[in-house]
């Protein structure tokens, strides 16, 4: 059973930096290396949004509210993606959760927390 473990969250202040990082387990490499890699947030109120995507041909999405701010990285012998995020703001407070995609499925980590205090 395909799992996705987050990692990385916390408080921070404003214009201070983060790294999440997320294990997916569960399957073997050649499988996740199939599968698109990604983050979204979710913050009190709003919808979940993307913030960052890695396609499994390398190709890279941003939300337009961190682009050149946040790099998204996949480590495909380590099976994990992570999300390098600096010059942090307020509005990036949200619980963000990480997303494997393959196919029709879907897979879903628990999220981790990110407070940024200004």
């Known amino acids: 059973q395909v799992q996705l473990v987050e990692s990385g969250g916390g408080l921070v202040q404003a214009g201070g930096s983060l790294r999440l990082s997320c294990a997916v387990t569960g399957t073997i490499s050649y499988v996740v290396s199939m599968y698109d890699l990604g983050w979204h947030r979710q913050a009190p109120g709003k919808q979940r949004e993307l913030v960052a995507q890695?396609?499994?041909?390398?190709?890279?999405e941003y939300g337009d509210s961190v682009k050149g701010r946040f790099t998204i990285s996949r480590d495909s012998a380590k099976n994990t993606v992570s999300l390098q995020m600096n010059s942090l703001t307020s509005e990036d407070t949200a619980v963000y959760f990480c997303r494997a995609h393959g196919g029709l499925r879907s897979y879903w980590g628990q999220g981790t927390q990110v407070t940024v205090s200004s």
């Open positions: 890695i396609t499994a041909g390398g190709s890279v």
